[in-house]
């Protein structure tokens, strides 16, 4: 599902990996989905980190603050709003080059269709291939960040996982490509601007998208020999490796369960809120196949057969039953000439048949399902239930013209903290946060879900009835004027800007397309909003709001038998119970094994760690396609700043086209606050956007800005600096508006800052326990987050901010808040005002601005009057906090069956002096190293690490890892890795070019000015970046090997901080004393 930005959603949306992009590389920078959610980005103090692993593209359409339901995203998802298509009226009519139908023919492709579509300035035509049936749409326009994909039907009947599996298999090596993982070979040596796939719960996705024409050609190729010719089907070795298999090192040991996606899953299923969804579809869908997990139920897994493997791959991954994609720049002939090649090797096949989604009948009565999710010890466990309502909303796909309106519907009652059902149910004191809210439709059939979590076993009852009965309020009162129009209008910017973020925009395209097209219906449909808009607001302006929106929220949900409610308990036995049950499983294996079985086993085992830990033939590896160095632009991508002065305040500007909108950033300083303070920043910045001023009602307000902005954000920024003691540390305020609208983004980020009020206890209380259940869904779902904060916070002045503001500290710090808010709101709203004193300051402000150079120019009036009105506060100087965390191995024990290993150190103290060949050889060493070890081997989802060139430190990471301190020791043996490498030209070459690809990674114009602030910020000068460039450039093998020296301070005197389960924990202190400091955290 695209709608979080978590890994495993709801939707039990699987991908391969788990993208973990290094800071140092200010990567594109996306709007953050919500304030909130932002300065949590920025408060883990790894605000150049982002952690974004599933594509979170249309959640980053979105403004800040808001949420706009898939349904109305992609119905509206366009590069131009019909505000937009005046200014481009101007502009001669695009032409992109054609395929005649005698080419096409030619080829073997029939013309089904074309059209122009104007939402995104597109040519867009579906072709059929003749002899497979085989769909393709090529789409042709002027974006240089050129998408290909292909998505196959590949419904599951069990939850065996499956499809989950094999889409990690196939790209562990194909017919032309016959290595280890091509796949992992693209990574280190490509262009790419994506790389990925995903298992969806019927189909089964892979997209490669790049700007570099010969670079896309070369995953586009890599990926259909992957998919139509993989080696897995013939090699037992990859199931085992990302599926699962019996691992026995020893005879005299026990027999334990690994595979990628064996612990993968296992990670998903310990969090709540992927229980809740999976529990949720399954329930909803129980005769199709959407009552099974197509991720793979980690005690099914188990079950799965090479035999049945196979014959899916062979059922499924088939042209006929595929559907493919290319969008961009390049030569749409060319495109034909390459499909080709691949699809005229087959025959048509039935698996369309096959493969066919059947809906699910509806119910004639309410169901209700109560299950138990593993919870810790800790705590108050009757306050820890979920309860979650859900409705599958028809027995059919609905028309775009209900589907938008219920897009429209759903962010009314839930894209905002001011709407309705969103702020009631908060506010009821009922729950701690929202679970599973809004609209779900990118299956066949849509569903709607609303829900909380943190509430009281006595209240269950009393949360179903709140949520009936205010979806029944809103049907009889309907909505009132300024909501609409504020959701309207964030609904039209977010069109206008088409902000995918790091997303490409073509991908965003293509998920939307493929969300009809998959279910054979209109694949052009989804990608034309306008007319299906301009009707919407006619019906609205003509009928009243209330007469479109209170017949879909009667007919769809409250007249809808079709409803499941879940109550989730929390069950602190759960998790050493199936811990205990997959054990007794394997013991039973062990027995039912002769001595010669088990010598068999050790033996397979050995054979598979040694065929994993074999590196590919030089001449497997050069069967890659890659580009060379002189593919590369020698120059770092120049960012227009110019750097001024309005009324005595520093101004930065950039002259960037960004169709017409004014990205601004208002960024102060920290360094006077008071110690004790810093914990509260955080909640400070949300009460700045969520609490009234004297004159307006926080839902005033926050309508207010929808209303006239494209959003404001607030939220803080810390990092080292080289070569300083003092951290940056900043808080940053965010807006944008349209260029014509910037006296109003000034005049409400001036608002939010001087004229709120720190006075609703009530809301603060609401802010106080959202922000604690975000925080431990973060440690159970980024546990490698939190362990990277806790090892900064023992390192450097800023880690420790950044832990005091978005890691364990912090939830401490809420923990106790929380019980003492009460007694104490006088001192905490005063507390807050005193952040207020202590920030707000023209000393020291720096503004930031990009637009195009007429807007620029044109609102210098209007910034010189927001400055103004700005305190003038002589600067006490920086306080200089002067802390970190006690230096000691910790463990911080969480309910899960998978642990987050870190360890890291400080590589200057060395003596180490930062070159560019760092970067690469810090990708490398995940890349290979690590992936190989810790994933490949060791069975683990992910493994990395990343060197913050800021501070010095290098840390080692995983992800949901089976191991504990047997990932220490792959950790500690990196330096002997570097040592021994015998790099070859083409292995450096590549490492250098994948280097290349994350530092010129594709922006956007905001994420661009986004960028070169930060790089102002911590005085990296467009000098310093040549250099660097220039340093990637000519790493040279002996790099490797000088590295080695400066890594091994890591294991000498680096420290290790793991989130894990108290069974790891207490094996790991039985095998090296007293090694852990236990925490206990849930
Ligand atoms: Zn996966």
Redesign the pocket.
């Known amino acids: 599902m695209l709608r979080t930005l978590s890994c495993s959603s709801s939707l039990g949306f699987?991908?391969?990996?788990f993208r973990f992009s290094l800071r140092h590389f200010p990567r594109s920078y996306s709007s953050p989905s919500s304030s909130v959610a932002a300065s949590f980005a920025s408060a883990s103090g790894r605000n150049l980190r982002r952690l974004s692993s599933a594509p979170g593209g249309r959640r980053l359409l979105l403004r800040p603050g808001s949420r706009l339901s898939p349904a109305v995203a992609r119905g509206l998802n366009g590069q131009f709003s019909r505000l937009s298509v005046r200014a481009v009226a101007t502009q001669p009519a695009p032409s992109y080059p054609d395929v005649g139908q005698d080419e096409a023919e030619r080829l073997g492709f029939e013309k089904v269709s074309e059209e122009f579509i104007s939402e995104c300035k597109s040519k867009a035509v579906l072709f059929k291939h003749k002899k497979t049936g085989c769909e393709v749409m090529s789409v042709s326009n002027d974006d240089e960040n050129k998408v290909f994909g292909i998505v196959f039907r590949t419904p599951p009947k069990d939850s065996t996982g499956i499809p989950?599996i094999l889409?990690?298999s196939v790209l562990c090596g194909s017919r032309k490509y016959p290595l280890k993982e091509p796949f992992v070979e693209l990574l280190k040596g490509s262009l790419h601007t994506f790389l990925n796939a995903f298992?969806y719960p019927d189909r089964t996705c892979y997209p490669v998208a790049s700007t570099n024409t010969k670079d896309f050609y070369n995953l586009v190729d890599v990926y259909l020999d992957a998919v139509f010719f993989p080696k897995c089907v013939n090699d037992i070795h990859t199931f085992q490796q990302e599926g699962w298999h019996y691992e026995l090192n020893d005879p005299s040991e026990d027999i334990s369960y690994k595979g990628?996606?064996f612990n993968?899953m296992k990670g998903v299923y310990s969090q709540p809120d992927n229980i809740l969804g999976r529990t949720a579809q399954q329930a909803l869908c129980p005769e199709n196949t959407y009552g099974v997990d197509s991720?793979g139920d980690p005690k099914i897994i188990p079950k799965l057969t090479f035999e049945e493997f196979k014959e899916f791959h062979r059922k499924y991954y088939h042209p006929s039953n595929a559907r493919i994609w290319f969008y961009g720049d390049d030569d749409p002939v060319h495109r034909l000439h390459i499909l080709s090649e691949y699809l005229d090797m087959f025959d048509a096949s039935p698996a369309p048949n096959d493969s066919k989604i059947e809906p699910q009948r509806l119910f004639a009565e309410p169901r209700r399902i109560v299950e138990k999710y593993p919870a810790g010890r800790d705590g108050d466990l009757k306050k820890k239930h979920m309860v979650c309502l859900n409705w599958l909303l028809s027995d059919k796909p609905l028309d775009l013209q209900t589907q938008l309106a219920f897009g429209f519907l759903d962010h009314l009652m839930l894209g905002t903290p001011a709407s309705p059902l969103r702020k009631i149910l908060l506010e009821s004191g009922l729950g701690e946060a929202l679970v599973r809210s809004g609209m779900e439709d990118e299956l066949l059939q849509p569903q709607f879900s609303i829900g909380l979590k943190g509430v009281c076993d006595e209240n269950v009852q009393k949360v179903e009835e709140l949520i009936v009965n205010t979806l029944q309020k809103l049907a009889e009162e309907g909505f009132d004027s300024d909501a609409m129009e504020a959701s309207m209008n964030t609904i039209e910017f977010s069109l206008r800007e088409n902000n995918t973020g790091s997303f490409p925009r073509g991908l965003s395209l293509m998920l939307q397309s493929m969300a009809k097209w998959i279910y054979d219906m209109d694949p052009f449909e989804p990608l034309k909003y306008e007319q299906p808009l301009k009707d919407l607001k006619a019906r609205i302006a003509e009928e009243g709001s209330k007469a479109v929106f209170s017949p879909l929220i009667e007919e769809f949900i409250l007249n809808n038998p079709h409803c499941v409610t879940i109550e989730m308990q929390p069950d602190p036995e759960k998790a050493s119970q199936e811990e205990a049950e997959e054990k007794i499983i394997l013991e039973k294996v062990k027995a039912n094994m002769t001595q010669e079985d088990l010598a068999e086993l050790a033996r397979a085992t050995e054979e598979l760690k040694l065929k994993q830990e074999t590196p590919d033939p030089p001449e497997a590896l050069g069967c890659v396609p890659s580009l060379s160095l002189s593919d590369i632009p020698k120059e770092p991508i120049h960012v227009p700043t110019e750097v001024g002065e309005i009324n005595g305040v520093k101004v930065l500007r950039h002259d960037l086209f960004t169709n017409d909108i004014l990205y601004t950033d208002v960024v102060f300083e920290m360094g006077s606050l008071k110690k004790e303070l810093i914990p509260l920043v955080p909640l400070f910045c949300q009460s700045l956007l969520e609490m009234g001023t004297k004159d307006l009602t926080f839902v005033q307000l926050n309508q207010l800005i929808g209303r006239k902005t494209g959003g404001i954000s607030v939220y803080p920024f810390t990092s080292s600096m080289r070569g300083k003691d003092e951290p940056c540390s900043k808080i940053i305020v965010r807006g944008k508006s349209m260029a014509g609208h910037t006296e109003d983004l000034f005049n409400l980020i001036n608002c939010v800052l001087q004229e709120v009020q720190f006075t609703d206890q009530q809301r603060f209380k609401q802010f106080v326990s959202q922000s604690k259940a975000r925080m431990e869904n973060r440690l159970r779902g980024s546990g490698h987050g939190i362990a990277a904060t806790r090892m900064d916070a023992m390192a450097n002045v800023s880690g420790w901010m950044s832990e005091q503001m978005g890691g364990l500290s912090y939830l401490e710090f809420l923990q106790t808040l929380e019980r003492k808010l009460d007694q104490d709101w006088e001192g905490i709203s005063s507390s807050l005002e005193e952040i207020r004193k202590s920030l707000l300051s023209r000393n020291g402000c720096i503004v930031n601005m990009t637009a195009d150079g007429k807007s620029l120019t044109s609102n210098e009036k209007i910034v010189g009057k927001f400055l103004d009105l700005l305190p003038e506060n002589p600067s006490c100087g920086p306080v200089g906090w002067n802390s970190v965390l006690p230096i000691r191995n910790e463990a911080i024990v969480i309910p899960t069956q998978v642990n987050y290993v870190g360890k890291a150190g400080n590589i200057y103290s060395t003596g180490y002096e930062l070159d560019g060949s760092a970067y690469v050889i810090s990708k490398h060493i995940s890349n290979t190293w690590l992936w190989d070890r810790v994933r490949v081997s060791g069975g683990a989802?992910g493994g990395f690490c990343d060197f913050d060139t800021h501070s010095g430190v290098f840390s080692f990471l995983s992800y949901r890892d089976p191991n504990l301190l047997k990932t220490l020791d792959i950790y500690d043996t990196t330096g002997d890795f570097l040592r021994g490498l015998d790099l070859d030209e083409d292995t450096l070459t590549k490492a250098i070019i994948g280097t290349i690809g994350d530092v010129d990674s594709y922006q956007l114009p905001d994420a661009k000015g986004y960028s070169s602030l930060l790089r102002h910020l911590l005085g990296v000068t467009d000098e310093e970046r040549r250099r660097r460039r220039e340093e990637i450039l000519t790493t040279s093998s002996n790099d490797f090997k000088e590295f080695a020296e400066a890594i091994d301070a890591v294991k000498d005197k680096g420290v290790v901080v793991a989130v894990a389960s108290p069974e790891d924990v207490e094996a790991a202190n039985k095998e090296l004393s007293g090694f852990f400091e236990v925490k206990k955290a849930l």
């Open positions: 699987c991908s391969l990996f989950h889409e990690h298992t990628v996606v993968e991720g989802y």
